[in-house]
């Protein structure tokens, strides 16, 4: 391989390397928004069952 191919493939290691960072970044900003949402469905289904008993009750 010559020096420039090294470079070239050299450059391509540090490519993928850093589009797999990106990946991972990525990956634990949906896991945490994942996160949220799930916990705002539990609250919203908790205000939602107090605001039922309470029509069932009026």
Known sequence: ???SGA???????SQVDSG????????EQ???LAQ?????????QQELDVFMDNV???
């Open 30 to 32: 949906v896991l945490n």
């Open 36 to 44: 949220m949402l799930a916990a705002e469905s539990c609250r919203l």
């Open 56 to 58: 069932r009750a009026a």
């Open 20 to 27: 797999a960072a990106d990946t991972g970044v990525a990956s």
């Open 7 to 13: 470079e070239e493939t050299s450059g391509h290691i």
């Open 1 to 3: 391989m010559t020096a």
